[in-house]
């Protein structure tokens, strides 16, 4: 997460959006597809022994997959809350290393690094900074992965009502939305080239209703406790869910965009 001391339209700085739902964002956040190690292994150069640091690595979600696998993994977390959330849950992963900092300046060693990873968190970066960063950190050769869990289109059913829902009553939606980061040119910034790979994973979540109601309140455009909006939001969640539940849950279904290369070793900014 960026460091800005405010965020999108004047909200909360990205730093401190999640502070006030880390429970919500543990509980009811979706991990990511088993395919995704295999791939990263066979394309994006992630081998046994790979020392990675995850930016922006929240709760730890992405970090649990990679230590997991036997990686030595460094936890880059700006907010205290949801990076103690990480310390209590990984603390005994071997190769665990949990660090206070952020993309723009993650207080790692020089060239101390294989592989960076982003998980639901490279929108929050600024982008000049955080390649520069890249390029400090990164070992010759070394790859950047930016990950997305990117809720699916569709033209019926629950994920219609869902994004009406998140339009009609988000705080600064259209505004962080992660996609806009997702496109080509603005990943060219973070990569520093245009000759990067994506690849789509089909991944999906199961939520009963207490489910579904913290992955809403996870989400930091959403209203807070005590915001006028927070519970005629909840009620018109209650109808969506009601209207499409089946045997008590509904389908929440992601397109696991990851994309993957080297950074350039001159940001594409110099002149």
């Not at 922006?56 to 230590?67: E, H, K, V, Y």
């Not at 109601?213 to 969506?240: K, N, Q, V, W």
Request: aromatic share 8%.
């Amino acid at each position: 997460m960026s460091d800005d001391s405010r965020g999108p339209a004047g909200g909360p700085a990205p730093t401190n959006r999640f502070t006030d739902r880390v429970r919500d964002y543990e509980r009811a956040r979706p991990g990511y597809p088993r395919g995704l190690l295999d791939l990263l292994r066979t394309h994006a150069g992630l081998v046994p022994g790979s020392v990675v640091a995850d930016l922006g690595s929240g709760t730890g979600l992405f970090g649990r997959m990679l230590l997991d696998a036997g990686h030595v993994v460094h936890c880059v977390e700006p907010n205290d809350a949801m990076r103690a959330v990480a310390e209590r849950t990984l603390a005994r992963c071997p190769g665990f290393s949990s660090v206070d900092g952020t993309a723009e300046n993650t207080g790692l060693a020089d060239s101390s690094v294989d592989t960076v990873t982003a998980a639901q968190a490279l929108h929050w970066f600024r982008p000049e900074e955080t390649h520069r960063e890249l390029r400090r950190i990164l070992r010759p050769g070394g790859r950047l992965v930016a990950v997305w869990n990117t809720r699916c289109a569709a033209t019926s059913g629950f994920l219609p009502g869902y994004e009406r829902l998140l339009l009609r009553w988000g705080t600064d939606y259209r505004e962080v939305d992660h996609r806009k980061t997702g496109s080509r040119a603005g990943l060219t910034r973070f990569f520093g080239h245009d000759d990067f790979s994506r690849a789509v994973l089909p991944h999906e979540q199961r939520l009963d209703w207490a489910g579904l109601r913290a992955r809403l309140l996870s989400s930091s455009y959403t209203p807070a406790s005590g915001h006028p909006d927070r519970e005629p939001m909840l009620r018109d969640l209650r109808a969506i869910f009601d209207a499409n539940q089946r045997d008590g849950t509904v389908r929440m279904a992601y397109d696991t965009e990851v994309y993957y290369g080297s950074v350039s070793a001159r940001s594409s900014h110099a002149r």
